[in-house]
Every structure is written in C-alpha cells, then in structure tokens.
C-alpha cells in the first residue's frame, strides 16, 4: 500500500493492453506499477510486494501460470492473483485455479467495471484477513482468561477442567472429571451452582450467580456465567460454566459507591449528582419564586479528536476543557451558596457537571430573566473556543449549547435536562458553535408529525388526494407517449401537502398499501378514459418497497386492468433500485408475472442506488429513468454528463428504454436528443397536469429542436 492506496502490479507483454489496465485502475485510485513479462513480474514482487497482482495468459518468457505458481509459493495463500485471459472455456479457468489464481477476468475487459471487479476482490481478501485475525484473537483470548473454566453435564459431573493460574483452586483436571459439583464444593455453593445450571438448561445461558468459598481462614466470593452446549445426540445436556473470581469486585464495591456522584474522569459531579442537585434547586426556587436556568452543552468536534489523536487525547481534552469551564464560572453562577437551614441535606459545591462523552451541564442559579442564562452559555462556548494542545498540537472545538429554564420549561430535574438536551440539538442544527433557548416549537415538530399522521389515515375515505400527470415526450416522434401519475393531497385546513411530506410517513405506518392501491385505480381509470379518446399513452405508477413486497402484487394489478378496462401493455409500474433489491427471489417472481400479463417495469432514479448491472440483467426490466439530480449537472461536462452517457450505452447494449427525469431547459432537452434518449420528462415540456389536462394536450406535438412547452388551457398543477 502507498501513500494510503493499494498497490496492483499489472504483467502483461502487451504495452498497449499495460497502459490501458493502468488507466483504468489509477481511476479507480490504485496505485499501479506495470510489468513486460513473467521474470520482470517476479523481480519487481520480490523488489516491493504489490497488493495485488494481475497477470495475462500467454506471455513469452514465463507464463502466466508458471508466474502465478511462483507468486502463490512465495506470497502465500492471501495474495490475490487475478487471471486476465482470452480464454473462458473450463479447462483455461480451472488450470488458473490449479495454479493459485484467485480470479479471472475474461477478454475483452470492461473497462468501466474493473474498478469495482478489483474492489469487491479486495474486500473479499480482507474479510478472510480479518477472518484469520479473529481466529487467532479468540485463541489467544480463551489462553488468556484468568477464570475457572469447566465443563459439566446436568447432573453436575465434570467432563473437562481448565483451571486459572495462581489461584487456590489449580488442581488439575484428572482430580475433578468424573466427580460431580456436590462432591467438590460446599454444600450451599453447590446448590447455587446446580441452580444455576438448571436456569441455563431451561433458558439456554444463565448468569449472575454469586456464592463465598472458605479459603485460607477468610472467603472468596466467585459469579458463574452457564452457557448451554449444542446437544448431541445419546448425551445428557452439557454447560460450559466460567467461575470468576469477584472477591476484589466485591471489597471495591464500598469504595464504588463512594464515587457513585463523581466523574472519575474529570472529578466533577455526574449525570446522578446534577440531577440530585437540580431537584434539590427546583423546590429552594419554588418556595422563593426564583428562576433558575439548566444548561446542556456538547463538544463540537469531539469525535474527531478520538478518532484522529486516540482516547487518551480525547480524555486529555475533557480533563482540561472541564478545568477551563470550572475556572471560567462565576460564583453566581453555580449552586455554592451555604444551603439554608429549612433545605434537606448538606449542599456542596457544584460547578458544572458531566455528563458523559462530551457532554458536560451547568446551573444558573437567581436569574431575573432567560438572556441571563444566554450570556453565561455565550461565555462558556467562548472559553470553549481557545486552542488546546494536545500531544504539541494545537485542538480547536467549539461548543452547543441548550438552555432550559425553570419555571417556564419544566418544573423537575428530568424535565428540564430533556429539554436543555433538545435545544441543545436545535444549536447543533443552527451550524453548532451557539446557544439556543429551548421553546414549545422544538416539540411542536414531533406534534405536528402526529397530527399529520392522524389526519393522513381519514384522507381516503374523505377524498382529500387527487392525481396529476406529467407526461413522457417520445424523442423520436416529439408527442406524448406515456405520463407519470404523481399524488396530491389537498389538507382540509393545512392545504397542500408535499409528498415528501406524507409519503415516508404512509410508509411507516403502512398506510401506503391503501393510497398506493387508490394511486393504480385512480390512474388506471384516468388512462383508459383518454386511451378511448386519443393515441395510445402509457401511465407510469409508482410502486413503494412496502407496495412491491406484497405477495398479492400482481393479482391486484391485473385486477385493477381487469375492472378498469385498461390493456396492460399500456401501465408501466415504476420501483427504485432499493426496493428490487430487497428480496431478489420474490422480486423475481412477482416482475415475471406481470411482464407476462404485459404490464411493464420501469427502474426508477437509476444511479442513485445500487446500479447493478448484474440485476439488471436478471430482472426483467424494460426501462430505466435516470434520475433528474444527473440531468441537472449535465451541461457542466462533468461526471453527471459521463454517467448519463454511460446509462445510455448500457441501456442500448441491453435492449432498454431510457427516460431522463428533470429536463427543464431546453439545453439539456438537446444535449439528450443527441445522446439518443428515448423520452423527456420535465417542467421544459410540462408541468404535471390533471387527467383533462392530458387529453387537451394529447394532439400536441413538440418541436424537440427547438418550442418550448406548449400553453395548454387546463388546471395545472406545480411539483
């Protein structure tokens, strides 16, 4: 690896098939050095070891499979070796494999997939890496455990013993195999432990037993962890059974619980501690009618430090950024006044506190008004600002900060801290490095959200949605040739509704299948309504994962063909990359059942998922529209143009139909033309209509080198 890429070493006697192959991989952000023949691919690997190594055929002084041979001798068995041959009969692959290959590639290349053929080989090498590493971890792990580990039937009789060093019970194993937990432990441990074995067989592991040995004139306390074997078939039921020693757990617990109020780490007082002294501060203010405000911060950038410097810088930093809050505030600021006498408890003093992570609190106490608590956030988040040096580097972080007040945003510990927290998650939202006071309308979202969900599942019954559709022009004939049924749903009170709005949330609750079933009827009816009328044009409907993964599918739309009176050649069902993904087989099935009732299948924004060629091949689909988010940044000659372009040339080669979403200008409208799209969509052409918009635009016909969209005298409706 160089320079943080992974390195490939190309061998190939023919210079121009080298350069080539190493185009295509430097593009694909490897490293690449380049070899002329077999002996020069041996000494530049015994020179500086590549990554990977791929290797023609038929070269004059050695082979590819004598060179592969060498390599796999000399590199062992995880170097990956790939094959590039003109060959793709059996006994060519099968010679490879004999020699070491790890895979093939077949000539002619496609270039265009090589990046990825390489990469997905490389990540198939590492997971047997790490594969290996983990074996080796767990051995070392199971030879490291310092426990009492033993193995027993369900009857208590010991079949193996592994003692832990340095312990007074490192007996070995031949005194206990054989005998049973009764006859080697003291009558109380024994039934705990037989207890415990009769919970594992009954739930299959069994933890937390803990019972006290007599040892040396004291007493050692022990906890058992049971875990269930695989049954065999003629054995009684078997455990493994680990014994840890707890006894220094247990003479540390009284000191544990001395700390229980204080960060370890930074020594300030913990999340149980504030919370403590918050509600201790609620009730003072309550009898006084104070105000006091709760401040929730968060270390902008935290992660980063941990990710880049290690933990241990990271701690570095909350030791020193808690001594800069601590030194940084007023006294007025934190409870440090003495507690009066009519207050329960003694009080300390408590500065701020931590939370965990990154997160630390503070209390300001008397405050007359909420900008009170504003400023004191405005200087801890200045503090915050100054560099830390960290290991001779200078850290710059900033801090998020949210301010509940009491009374006016709650009136306990736990109430107050909820809404410190979410309004220091709206600072975050606002660019970070601010303090923001919390308010009703952070919680008027969540509100809002289940009002919406409340008033989308009457919008049926109450006619509330209504379709438009935005048609598909024919690049060869310049007229309409199919339409996109998109939903509208016009609110009683909050008027429109965007779909980006409502839809993710059918789909989380499963309302979708209902809207989705009314979405086909209704398109279905509208189609064959002007079908009857005009030209033949094709709805497009679009199908959610949710609406595609019902088994029923295709019944109900050959039923709703069936009572609509549309013929099936003339829906096309459109579904994301996702959602063909997500259950191959199934998918599979349910698009050969409707192609051969001659519905057709569209895949809709291909480019922004998985794009795989493989499916697409697999799958018997038909169309693809390429996603508009590529059609916007197609006149900046860029990578949306190579891509558009890319699609275009797979789609020819598969006998696929390409529709470009999007097309607003009537540049881009050209630059697809061209490139020999088959049909235009977009506000260039049309916005999307209601279904008598359609048929008054159906004689239409574009001049795709040059009109513009047409005035069409119905109701149109924007996106």
Known sequence: MKDGRRSILVVDDDGDARLVMRAALRKA?????????????????????????????????LSGHEVCATLRA???????????????????????????????????????????RVRYL?????????????????????????DLLFEVDIEGRYHDYRPPRNSP??????????????????????????????????????????????????????ELSVSGKAAVAGESPRFIVLSRDITERKMAEAGIARLAYVDSLTGLPNRLSFLDRVDREVRRAQRRGEMLAVLFMDLDGFKNINDTLGHAAGDLVLQRAAERLRDGLRATDVTSRPMPLDDEGPRGEVDLARLGGDE?????????????????????????????????????????????????????????????????????????DNAQLYRASLTTELLRRLDLDASLRPALDRQEFHLVYQPQIDSATGRICAVEALIRWAH?????????????LAEETGLIDAIG??????????????????PPVKVAVNLSAREFAHPDLPERVMTVLAQSGLAPDLLELEITEGALMQNTAATQRALRTLRSGGVQVAMDDFGTGYSSLAYLTRMPIGHIKIDKGFITGLLDGGESEAIVRAVLAMARSLDLRVTAEGVETRAQAEVLLAMSCDRLQGFHFSRPLAAEGIVALLPHRWDLRGAAAPAVAARTTAV
Not at 31 to 53: I, K, N, T, Y
Not at 74 to 95: K, Q
Not at 390 to 395: G, K, M, P, Q, S
């Open 360 to 432: 630390f609190t503070t209390l300001v106490l008397d405050i007359d008004r909420p900008e009170d608590a504003v400023a004191v956030a405005d200087r801890l988040g200045a503090l915050m600002r100054s560099p830390f040096v960290v290991e001779d580097r200078e850290v710059t972080l900033t801090a998020s900060i949210g301010i509940a007040v009491y009374p006016h945003d709650g009136n306990d510990a736990a109430t107050l801290l909820k809404h410190a927290d979410t309004a220091m998650y709206e600072a975050k939202k606002s660019g970070r």
């Open 122 to 146: 490389f990540r198939g090498v590492q997971a047997l890496q790490d594969l290996q590493a983990a074996e080796a971890r767990n051995t070392a792990i199971l030879s490291a455990i310092p």
């Open 492 to 504: 009683p009170t909050r008027g429109p509704v965007a779909p980006l709005d409502f839809i993710p």
């Open 29 to 61: 952000g490897y490293d690449v050095r380049l070899a002329d023949g077999g002996q020069d691919a041996l000494a530049q690997f015994r020179a500086e070891p590549s990554d990977l190594v791929m290797l023609d055929v038929d070269m004059p002084d």
């Open 517 to 534: 079933h009314w979405v086909l009827r209704t398109a279905c009816a509208d189609a064959a309504r002007w079908n009857r009328v005009g």
């Open 74 to 116: 000399e590199a062992g068995p995880l170097l990956p070796i790939v094959m590039v041959t003109g060959m793709d009969d059996l006994a060519s692959i099968e010679t490879a494999y004999q020699h070491g290959a790890t895979d093939f590639i077949v000539k002619p290349v496609n270039w265009s997939l090589l990046g990825h």
């Open 169 to 222: 019970f490192a007996a070995s194993a031949a005194s206990y195999v054989g005998r049973t937990i009764s006859e080697t432990l003291p009558p109380a441990a024994a039934e705990a432990c037989m207890a415990t074995l009769r919970a594992a067989h009954e739930r299959g592991f069994a933890s937390g037993t803990q019972f006290a040995l007599p040892v040396d004139g004291g007493k050692r306390w022990f």
